[in-house]
């Protein structure tokens, strides 16, 4: 039985190895692209879910208490950039919403208070959230309260989010 020469055969096998790489790097590249805008996609989408969710939160509030003026109706929070310290990693938006979240549901029982009384219900909200510790995504994070301020039945309030470190 004789044995047929690979000489021949060479040129065809490098062709067609360069051809298969070629199709597991777009592949690769096809995959990598899809994931970005998935994940863009997904972001998005939990954005718009927990502002849907706080809309609907206002307008059970707007509509039970419409006649009165006198009474926080919506409660709004924003975050300032804390200064991070070396080494500390960025605040991504997921977990931003979601500790703005759990902190909109923690301060829910000041819907509908009067607005002359946020001497005390300030005090006692600093007091129950300043320092407080929520954990999103297996990692700790502390809120320090910044500035509070009501106005046409709207309390806004400022807060700085850090990663939280044991001493």
Do not use: C
């Not at 047929?4 to 995959?31: E, T």
């Not at 509509?63 to 605040?91: D, F, P, Q």
């Amino acid at each position: 039985m004789r044995v047929p020469p690979f000489q021949r055969y060479r040129r065809f096998s490098q062709i067609s190895a360069v051809f298969v790489l070629g199709m597991v790097v777009g592949a690769v590249i096809y995959n990598a692209i899809f994931h970005a805008g998935y994940n863009v996609l997904w972001l998005t989408n939990q954005e718009l879910r927990l502002q849907i969710e706080q809309y609907r939160k206002d307008i059970k509030t707007l509509k039970k208490y419409n006649n009165t003026s006198t009474v926080i109706r919506e409660i709004k929070l924003r975050t300032e950039n804390s200064k991070s310290e070396e080494g500390a990693a960025s605040l991504d938006p997921v977990s931003l919403k979601e500790i703005i979240s759990q902190m909109s549901s923690d301060l829910e029982p000041m819907r509908g208070r009067s607005m002359f009384d946020i001497d005390t219900d300030g005090k006692l909200a600093r007091l129950l959230l300043d320092g407080k510790i929520y954990i999103v995504r297996e990692k700790e994070y502390a809120v320090k309260i910044r500035t509070m301020l009501v106005m046409e039945g709207v309390l806004q309030i400022w807060v700085e989010i850090h990663p939280y470190r044991r001493t």
